[in-house]
């Protein structure tokens, strides 16, 4: 299901250019000269991308992930890891690849001690090299929620979000810093009812910008009406094209546990929930897979095919995350 792919020698070409200096930095750094085909995804934001370094293997890092997707037109991305924040390799990005801008966050996984208002902090206040303001989400914990270590059967301690019924202290202040700070904050993996809970949580602490992160599959597996209640509270709904390579049937053998979700599925609940509470976004970068710029147009092309108007695509794509980040 992939679309015209960069090939691997043109983003190492960029890459090296990047790192040699002199006059290749120059025609590294000229913005790509706009084809027929990027009309389609020209102003175009991919909120979830994953590059390395990281805790798994990747297929690009952060520079390649700009290069690729200012060659589709897109407007910007929104880089995620599995550990540790990523504004430090959003500001490298964005300073080597000028005519896109590359936004990071933070995780709430174990390798950043769990539920860490002082790294929320330190994350939104990063400063210098062209990193201030780049620090725009916090996702809860993904890989260590309870949620995850639960599906995927996990024995050591997960990262908990809630106390019983309650949201831990460390949460309340990282509610108070998204709010004081404007951030957007992510359910990521915790369960769908843990996520609704999560969000009237938020909402009556002040935080406007609230993500769903793809709702559509393992672990998450947020029904319609879950979803329809996620929205109906004031959250987004992101739905990513990784659920198409998820299952039995997938070439990697970590994913073959994992439940996926068609294009088909997620065409059903954006027509059932609201392109309006919706985002899209390619949760692509995990190797040996495509590219995530390949993942994001195809996935953006075949919601087209399955009847998503252009004015749907357009909501979700640019008008709803834009208004995300602020640009």
Not at 41 to 65: C, K, L, Q, S, W
Not at 194 to 211: D, H, T
Not at 299 to 324: H, I, Y
């Amino acid at each position: 299901m992939c679309l015209d792919p960069i090939s691997r020698r043109r983003f190492l070409q960029f890459t090296a250019a990047g790192v040699a200096g002199s006059a290749s930095v120059a025609e590294a750094q000229t913005p790509a000269p706009a084809r027929p085909q990027d009309q389609m995804t020209a102003g175009m934001i991919d909120f979830h991308v994953h590059t390395y370094p990281d805790n798994f293997d990747r297929t690009v890092g952060a520079v390649e992930a700009a290069q690729g997707a200012r060659e589709r037109g897109l407007k910007a991305i929104v880089l995620k890891g599995g550990a540790f924040e990523t504004v430090t390799r959003a500001a490298q990005a964005s300073a080597a690849v000028p005519g896109i801008k590359v936004y990071g966050g933070v995780v709430m996984n174990w390798p950043t001690g769990g539920i860490n208002p002082a790294a929320v902090e330190a994350m939104a206040v990063f400063r210098g090299g062209g990193a201030d303001k780049l620090g725009k989400v916090v996702w809860l914990p993904s890989l260590n929620s309870r949620n995850h270590h639960q599906r995927f059967k996990n024995p050591t301690p997960p990262v908990e979000a809630f106390d019983g019924t309650k949201l831990v202290p460390a949460m309340q202040e990282v509610l108070k810093l998204c709010a004081k700070h404007d951030l957007v904050l992510e359910t990521c993996h915790l369960a769908p009812q843990e996520a609704i809970a999560l969000i009237k949580e938020a909402r009556a602490a002040g935080v406007q910008k609230i993500v769903c992160t793809h709702a559509d599959y393992d672990p998450i597996n947020m029904s319609i009406d879950e979803q329809r209640e996620a929205a109906r509270l004031g959250a987004f709904i992101e739905h990513a094209y990784i659920g198409v390579y998820l299952g039995p049937q997938s070439s990697v053998p970590r994913f073959q546990s994992w439940r996926g979700a068609s294009v088909e599925q997620m065409a059903a609940a954006i027509k059932a929930v609201g392109a309006d509470h919706s985002i899209l976004a390619s949760d692509m970068g995990a190797a040996p897979l495509d590219l995530p710029i390949n993942g994001f147009v195809a996935f953006v092309k075949r919601l087209g095919e399955l009847g998503v108007s252009d004015a749907q695509l357009d909501e979700m794509t640019r008008k709803n995350p834009s208004a995300l980040l602020g640009i």
